[in-house]
């Protein structure tokens, strides 16, 4: 191609030129957690997207500007739906329209803990169908390092049709990886804000990924490979694994010593460098922090190395939901009760606070255990009305409404989740047992005698 000058163009200078009169096209897979608040932070940059998923509901709610994702508020969708530079499709012969296809499809474990990488095969594969010259492809999933250049690129390749001359990397496509580090219900970050890593299979991508990210994120830090960005991930999350499972075990050691583990923590964080705070709880929730480091065990295997901090985290913060069931129990038997038969209430389903995401959480293990025990068990969640069927759990159950006489029915009441909608004195004041997982009764006025923490 030639440009007005008389020089050659190539497939990047075009690429470049369209990122800078903003005549270039986003796809995105999977517009789910990750994938919509993308979607929405490059169609505000005044890119166009189209979104792709398997998953023709969220096609139709898209459509119907309906919001599926609560934490993310209305106006994320309604100003996707109601925008002619934007669309969703399951139609993934349309991904030869994006000039730019990025990947935020799940990665999973599977049954004996090891990573399922088929949805970022599945991706590779849809995209190799059509992939035409001048596409930028970059993997947002979290996986173990290598996987961009050792997985993905080629599933792409492979699935290229018979007869189509193979492109050449880094001069007719290119491909990056750029860890996603979307934290739902984070009130003081967004994906706009948030800063972005960015490493390429080779020079030209990692340039072109760097300007893509740049449309629409306010810092984008290039690293030198996708090696690194897909490491650096994977360090993040054993990061919070491991020192959410030392808060986890101090807080254990500390109850047994009459000692608050979490007063102890707000002092150790009064000091302005060399601490930073984590906190305690009935598990590990999410599809992050409990999975990612584990991807990274695997591979190490390969290279004859142990992950023994991984391993040891995953032991203890696994622990968890025994601990809370442990404490229960104890408190029950106090008050000269039996877990079977009592009448125990779980409140919080979500993984965490104010968002509706149920995956991993530990209070689903809660729920099962104390079952298991005898006990009749029910949760309430204000942002989980009902369960749906998940790869481990089908409990089908409704979230129980809460009222002081509904709180004063129950034998226990086992915080698993504080959402701020909470009113806890009320809790606090109606519940005759409170196994406290979260602190979440620290400001409570009146008797804490009924009040466990666990
Ligand atoms: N949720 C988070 O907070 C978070 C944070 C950082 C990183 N991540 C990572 O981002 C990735 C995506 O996570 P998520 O939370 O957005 O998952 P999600 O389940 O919310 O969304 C994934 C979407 O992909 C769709 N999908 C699955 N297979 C597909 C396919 N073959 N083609 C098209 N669409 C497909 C699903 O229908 C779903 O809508 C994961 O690797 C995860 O570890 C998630």
Same mark, same amino acid.
């Given at each position: 191609m030639h440009s007005s000058l008389g020089t050659v163009m190539t497939t990047a200078d075009t690429l470049k030129s369209k990122l800078a009169d903003n005549s270039f096209v986003i796809g995105i897979i999977g517009l789910g957690y990750v994938g919509l608040p993308l979607a929405h932070a490059f169609h505000q940059a005044g890119l166009r997207v189209v979104g792709f998923d398997i998953d023709p509901s969220k096609i139709t709610a898209l459509a119907k500007g &309906?919001?599926?994702? %609560?934490?993310?508020?209305?106006e994320m969708v309604t100003s996707l739906s109601t925008s002619a530079r934007f669309c969703a499709t399951?139609?993934?012969?349309?991904?030869?329209? =994006?000039d730019a296809i990025i990947i935020c499809v799940p990665t999973p474990l599977g049954a004996?803990? &090891?990573? $399922?990488l088929s949805y970022v095969v599945g991706s590779g594969r849809d995209i190799g169908r059509t992939l035409r010259a001048g596409q930028l492809i970059v993997l947002e999933s979290t996986?173990? =390092?290598?996987t961009t250049r050792g997985d993905l690129l080629p599933a792409m390749l492979a699935a290229i049709p018979a007869g189509v001359a193979k492109p050449e990397l880094g001069r007719d496509f290119f491909v990056a990886f750029s860890p996603e580090r979307e934290d739902p219900g984070?009130?003081?970050?967004?994906t706009k804000s948030t800063p972005k890593l960015v490493g390429g299979l080779d020079a030209v991508s990692t340039e072109l990924a760097t300007l893509l990210y740049q449309k629409a994120i306010q810092h984008v830090v290039t690293v030198s490979s996708a090696e690194v960005a897909e490491a650096a991930k994977i360090l993040e999350n054993t990061f919070r694994a491991v020192n959410i499972a030392m808060v986890n075990e101090l807080k254990v050691l500390l109850t047994e010593m009459g000692i608050d583990v979490w007063e102890v923590i707000d002092a150790a964080a009064t %000091?302005?460098?060399?601490f930073m705070p984590f906190y305690p709880g009935p598990g590990l929730g999410g599809h992050c922090i409990p999975i990612d480091p584990f991807y990274l065990t695997w591979k190490a295997r390969e290279v004859g190395r142990p992950t023994r901090f991984i391993e040891l985290a995953g032991e203890v913060n696994h622990g968890m939901p025994d601990y809370v069931v442990a404490r229960t129990t104890s408190a029950l038997n106090d008050r000269c %009760?039996?877990? %079977?038969n009592s009448r125990i209430l779980i409140l919080g389903?979500?993984?965490? =606070? $104010?968002?509706d995401d149920v995956r991993e959480s530990p209070s689903f293990e809660l729920i099962e255990k104390f079952r298991d025990l005898g006990a009749h068990v029910d949760y309430n969640d204000p942002l989980v009305p009902r369960t749906h069927q998940m790869r481990k759990y089908d409990l089908r159950m409704e979230s129980v409404s809460l009222t002081p006489s509904s709180l004063a029915s129950y034998d226990a009441v086992v915080i698993s989740t504080n959402h701020t909608a909470y009113d806890w004195q009320q809790i606090a004041d109606s519940a005759p047992l409170i196994i406290d997982t979260r602190n979440a009764?620290?400001?409570?006025?009146?008797?804490? $005698?009924h009040v466990v923490s666990a």
């Open positions: &309906e919001n599926y994702l %609560k934490h993310l508020g209305g399951a139609d993934f012969t349309r991904l030869a329209e =994006p004996h803990r &090891e990573p $399922d996986t173990y =390092p290598g984070r009130k003081t970050h967004n %000091k302005p460098f060399g %009760k039996s877990v %079977k389903l979500a993984y965490k =606070p $104010d968002i009764l620290r400001r409570i006025t009146g008797r804490r $005698d």
